[in-house]
């Protein structure tokens, strides 16, 4: 029953738009469905009516694409959809599914070849199909290891990395990896903001014990999305305490998030030192290269042919994320089979044209020494002096970084902007920020800031 | 949509409403004020989807329409223009002007069709009481304060409506005390749900000096507030309350009769030093006349006073000071009862010849 509606959900959420659809169906259930007389659960009754009118016919036709024969949708409210046991009417039919879903559930035990519970995990992400480049070969390599040895020499496993760029394909293959090794080995996967959800829905329903005790027998915790961390002490002394527990244990713990935890400002001090203690690992943005092997591997994966020069248009134009750089892929490929076109002719047409360059508006070589001035808080006429005072000096060649590498300035041009002699000294100024960025998290994050303030 | 109101009348309204519009939520249109005009009526609207606010609008002129706008910058705007003047509010496709004498703005506004339906009470099948504006403010004052915010117990975040014996009664309890009101005496009908108080605290500040009655009506999973020109209409927290009259003590040993005021300052005295150990007190009770108030705080010092009443049994508890002021704080009579003894048991205070009001605070253990 609950799948379905699940099913329903997902058809529901495509129609309408995401505000509306969090809003109006988040924490709604399907209590009966008896010969069309459906009804649905709802948090109070200010949601009543307005599924009522509006969206009635949005439900019963995602209904009827999933079977469920509706001639009444009736609207009740439920306090905790969740945890509460559903009042349910008791007709002949429920009881030969209840009992279908007992025999499952007992066969399930009984048979303890797979995980006896749902281990969040989906099979369709495995390390075959991540493609290692220099901008991931490090987590990898290390995420390899946890398969081998779980709980051992990477323990906590921190991966941070701006969005799309394959956290949650790494960890879940990991989980999957693991799972396929020994299936006994219990591996959950969660997003923090589900782990919450779910850790007050037990509160609520009186099982907090359970709870803590379900995570406790674990073998791997693998926690998606930590940035999303909320600032509700008790919310987090649950974690901590499940974190140091399975610590001690040596059971694996997994965390992702798009930032170092020292950079995310609910998170307490103690939980921040100790989920990098075993170190932190990046997913940086992928160069050329590095794109043109993931999009070779699509391509190779989808059992399609793309032309070289195509891809490498592709890898080219697209800047942002892995995410983006497979949309694009999809859509050109979705485009020249609807055409009859290759897509390397569909590109050279100009019948498409990609260009995602990670949101960056054009600007003005003054308006970047501004606003870098402006962030090291300097004058820009300070930035631009012959000053060797260690931070104007930093700013300074933050401000021939980006003219560089964003703009793609020539080393004399730059030399005029930042007030410097000679282009020499630019050269020297970007390699020192080039070199400083592979071990100087703090100063790779200001550039970040920098930029988005630039460029927001 | 036009409509002519003065400030002073807008700006009411528009205040009383925006409070609960949100900004930050999910679907952005509920920080927004819904405007409608229907043959000559003006009703102004804000949900959060927990509680709606509706206040209708005396106008002098208006024409039909229905428009929304950000809550929070038509408030403001509007409280910030002069007193007594004439201020006219009209829309085009969904820009809405104010003009009011000199000064004059543009909105953007957005269409209604998104705003929410609200549920409403069916006044045939719902339970009403009515009760002076007064009494409901000093009543509900009286109890709130005891209610909780602990969302992992959603019962205790309201303020519980309950039927006993012929009367209507408002109770809160955080766990650790408990306020009990008799409301209205002498009610017909019956009822038992749970108010939540963040729906009660805007009730409150609706009432104003002018507010003479107030109408309460309950259905099923509804409560509405009928106040003047506004209603609140509010969902009930659908969760079962605890059996509130098992925790009242029947018989506790001993019975203390005390000046309000006196009793308040010596209870904000020994406070002062209670602090380090968690606002924890003792009250002893010792035949035949005295009562004393003791707070130790191992750093800075103690704490000693006595007042003389009649005692006829020993007692001694530990209780939370700043319960105790609580407790004090809703409590009118200028002279209070103190009901209490060595056990477990939790004292009860309530005023001399007031026997509408009850509360109550677990002692701490010793």
């Known amino acids: 029953m609950y799948d379905v509606w699940q099913n329903a959900l997902a058809e529901i959420e495509q129609q309408i738009s995401a505000a509306n659809f969090s809003t109006w169906f988040q924490g709604t259930s399907l209590i009966s469905s008896d010969h069309g007389d459906i009804r649905i659960g709802v948090k109070n009754t200010f949601y009543i009516k307005q599924l009522r009118n509006r969206y009635l016919d949005i439900i019963k036709t995602a209904l009827q694409n999933n079977n469920i024969e509706v001639s009444t949708i009736d609207f009740l409210v439920q306090n905790t959809t969740k945890a509460k046991v559903r009042p349910r009417e008791v007709t002949k039919n429920t009881l030969i599914a209840d009992a279908k879903k007992r025999i499952e559930h007992v066969n399930k035990k009984l048979n303890t070849n797979i995980n006896s519970f749902n281990n969040g995990l989906n099979q369709k992400y495995t390390l075959d199909n991540f493609v290692v480049g220099s901008n991931n070969d490090l987590a990898v390599s290390a995420a390899k290891n946890i398969i081998a040895n779980p709980g051992t020499k990477y323990n906590p496993f921190f991966l941070y990395g701006g969005p799309g760029l394959g956290k949650t394909h790494l960890v879940q293959a990991i989980g999957n990896a693991l799972v396929k090794q020994n299936p006994d080995f219990k591996v959950f996967y969660t997003p923090i903001n589900h782990f919450y959800s779910d850790f007050v829905d037990a509160i609520k329903a009186g099982k907090g014990k359970e709870f803590y005790l379900r995570f406790q027998k674990l073998d791997c915790l693998i926690i998606d999305d930590f940035q999303l961390i909320v600032n509700k002490e008790k919310s987090q002394e649950e974690f901590f305490n499940i974190f140091n527990d399975l610590y001690q244990l040596n059971k694996q713990i997994i965390v992702t998030s798009d930032r170092l935890p020292s950079q995310i400002k609910t998170v307490d001090e103690r939980l921040a030192s100790r989920l990098t203690w075993a170190g932190a690992f990046d997913l940086q943005l992928p160069k050329f290269e590095d794109k043109c092997a993931i999009l070779r591997a699509k391509a190779e994966l989808d059992g399609v042919e793309i032309e070289p020069e195509a891809i490498e248009y592709i890898a080219e134009n697209v800047n942002t994320n892995i995410r983006d750089l497979e949309g694009e892929f999809s859509t050109i490929l979705l485009m020249s089979e609807v055409r009859g076109l290759t897509p390397l002719e569909l590109i050279q047409n100009g019948a498409v044209s990609v260009n995602k360059t990670s949101k960056l508006h054009p600007t003005s070589p003054k308006q970047v020494v501004d606003k870098v001035a402006k962030y090291y808080q300097l004058s820009t006429k300070e930035l631009r002096s012959k000053s060797r005072v260690s931070n104007i000096k930093t700013a300074r060649q933050v401000a021939m970084y980006i003219l560089s590498k964003d703009l793609k300035l020539s080393t004399n041009k730059i030399a005029t902007e930042v007030g410097v002699k000679d282009h020499s000294t630019v050269i020297h100024g970007i390699r020192k920020i080039d070199q400083d960025l592979k071990l100087n998290f703090t100063l790779r994050d200001q550039i970040e800031e920098i930029k988005e303030k630039i460029y927001g | ?366």
């Open chain 2, 1 to 366: 949509m036009k409509i002519k109101v003065t400030q002073e009348k807008l700006s009411k309204a528009l205040t009383c409403i925006s409070r609960i519009a949100i900004n930050k939520s999910t679907l952005p249109i509920l920080g927004n004020i819904l405007i409608r005009v229907e043959d000559k009526k003006v009703s102004l609207i804000t949900t959060n989807l927990d509680m709606a606010i509706i206040s209708y609008l005396p106008v002098s002129e208006s024409e039909n329409g229905v428009i929304t706008v950000p809550a929070k910058l038509i408030t403001e705007f509007v409280s910030n223009l002069p007193k007594g003047e004439n201020i006219e509010i009209s829309t085009n496709d969904t820009k809405v002007s104010i003009k009011a004498g000199k000064y004059s703005s543009t909105i953007n506004g957005t269409i209604a069709d998104d705003f929410p339906e609200l549920p409403e009470i069916d006044e045939k099948n719902a339970v009403i009481f009515k009760t002076s504006a007064e009494d409901f403010k000093n009543s509900i004052g009286q109890v709130i304060i005891a209610s909780s915010n602990d969302l992992t117990r959603p019962a205790l975040t309201g303020l519980c409506f309950d039927t006993n014996n012929g009367s209507l009664f408002a109770v809160s309890t955080d766990g650790y005390r408990l306020a009990k009101k008799e409301m209205i005496k002498k009610v017909e009908s019956e009822v038992k749900a749970i108010v939540p108080s963040s729906t009660l605290h805007e009730v409150l500040r609706t009432i104003s000096d002018d507010t003479e009655e107030i109408e309460i009506s309950f259905n099923e999973d509804l409560v509405e507030f009928k106040l003047d020109e506004t209603r609140i209409v509010s969902k009930l927290i659908d969760a079962s309350y605890p059996d509130y009259t098992a925790l009242i003590p029947k018989n506790n040993d001993t019975v203390v009769t005390l000046d309000r005021d006196e009793l308040m300052r010596t209870i904000k005295l020994a406070a002062l030093f209670a602090r380090s150990v968690d606002g924890s007190i003792i009250c002893e009770a010792k035949t035949p006349d005295s009562f004393s108030v003791r707070s130790i705080a191992n750093e800075f010092g103690e704490n000693d006073s006595n007042l003389q009443t009649t005692v006829e049994k020993d007692s001694k508890t530990r209780l939370n000071s700043r319960f105790f002021i609580d407790a004090l704080n809703s409590i009118g009579s200028k002279e209070v009862i103190m009901e209490f003894s060595s056990s477990v048991k939790p004292i009860v205070i309530h005023g001399k010849n007031d026997d509408t009001y009850t509360h109550i605070i677990m002692p701490l253990n010793k």
